[in-house]
């Protein structure tokens, strides 16, 4: 079977594999594959040891993006959130209902948001300590421009979290060039190609030690995080985590560094990408977005007009030729969400064009 979602994301049969262990979390062995995880992950970031560190949390995505709205936000602090897509929404709500005060910026979901968005907002309100946005929308597939935004937030004083779930490892970001930002966050089943089940956030530890206190919440909490990583000398997990998927994210940033990181990462993702939209249009689906906004990660286009198309009847369809595509959208419009990340080439993204050609054909030729 071919996945092509946004995550979680096919991966190689050694990450697989590597989850095929019983394994002690705070046993002595296993200390060493962790504290090596969080070392590299830093690096990943571009980050600089001992001013940066890596917080895991367990779960999905948007538990580890509650956690940095809870601890870089101070309660009934503002936070403004560029709104241009359905992660977008959810980070907002996140926010609020963690009593945060959110500032809506409302754009299309068909561009990125650009420093020109955001900076006469923060000029009209200086109340703002926080800017929040999603590096890559996953509904529509836009890409943010975060270095953009990152410096217009620092020129004027402010913060910044990034939301990086399904971007981290492929969109260049330095944490490096931005000691504006506080931290990003990201998981273990997306651009990195590991398995689902960890969230991690990399975030300036000067900063998670002088927001402490503010998460009101000890399960969300990464000030807590930091705090029990320099306790324990080797930055113990504070709750049982998903060993295995641990085990096997150590396997995956082999992977990684082996292909050539984030710039051959990103090569890869943006063939694979161009080849999908490319190919769609060629068989008649209207992308969703033009091309000078496409990102890499995922494709997205117009459901086919004919009433007679079903999305569900569809994507089985599609599934018995033995291509898994997203069975849902979150944009405004009915569009077919289709990845383009993975342990995927262009071979694959041609097969699966081929595959969606010929499932439209016969179940349209049937419906008929």
């Known amino acids: 079977m071919l996945l092509l979602i946004p995550g979680p994301v096919q991966t190689r049969p050694e990450v697989r594999a590597a989850m095929a262990q019983d394994i002690a979390p705070w046993d002595r062995d296993f200390q060493a594959v ?3 995880i969080r070392e590299r992950i830093v690096g990943v970031a571009g980050g600089t040891p001992g001013v940066h560190a890596t917080l895991p949390l367990q779960g999905a995505g948007h538990f580890v993006t509650e956690a940095a709205l809870r601890t870089f936000v101070v309660p009934g602090g503002k936070v403004l959130i560029p709104m241009n897509g359905a992660y977008a929404t959810r980070m907002a709500r996140l926010a609020r209902e963690a009593g945060r005060e959110v500032v809506p910026l409302d754009l299309p979901d068909t561009r990125g948001a650009t420093a020109a968005d955001i900076v006469p907002v923060l000029e009209a309100d ?20 975060a270095d953009g935004i990152g410096r217009a937030v620092r020129g004027l004083g402010r913060r910044m979290i990034l939301d990086a779930v399904s971007a981290f490892g492929v969109l260049p970001f330095r944490l490096d060039e931005h000691p504006e930002c506080d931290v990003l966050v990201f998981t273990s089943g997306k651009c990195l190609e590991g398995m689902p ?6 975030a300036r530890m000067d900063r998670a030690e002088a927001c402490a206190g503010h998460a009101q919440s000890w399960s969300l909490d990464l ?22 998927a641990i085990a096997a994210f150590d396997v995956a940033l082999d992977l990684y560094e082996a292909e050539g990181g984030q710039p051959a990462r990103y090569a890869r993702y943006r063939a694979n ?12 689906l209207r992308p969703y977005l033009e091309k000078q906004h496409q990102g890499p990660v995922i494709v997205t286009v117009h459901q086919p007009s004919d009433p007679r198309f079903d999305l569900m009847t569809f994507v089985e369809a599609l599934k018995r030729r033995g291509v898994l595509i997203s069975n849902f959208y979150n944009t405004s419009a009915p569009t077919l969400r289709i990845g383009a990340i993975g342990a995927i080439t262009t071979d694959d993204i041609r097969r699966a064009v081929a595959a969606i050609g010929a499932t439209l054909d016969d179940m349209l030729a049937k419906a008929a």
């Open 34 to 36: 962790y504290a090596r």
């Open 126 to 145: 200086t109340s703002i300590g926080h800017v929040a946005f999603v590096f890559n929308e996953t509904g529509s597939g836009i890409v943010n421009d």
């Open 273 to 284: 990408a161009d080849a999908l939209y490319d190919g769609l249009a060629a068989i008649g």
């Open 223 to 244: 000030s807590d995080v930091l705090a029990n990583a320099k306790r324990s000398g080797w930055g113990s997990i504070r709750f049982t985590p998903p060993v295995q």
């Open 197 to 202: 089940g960890m969230g991690f956030a990399v």
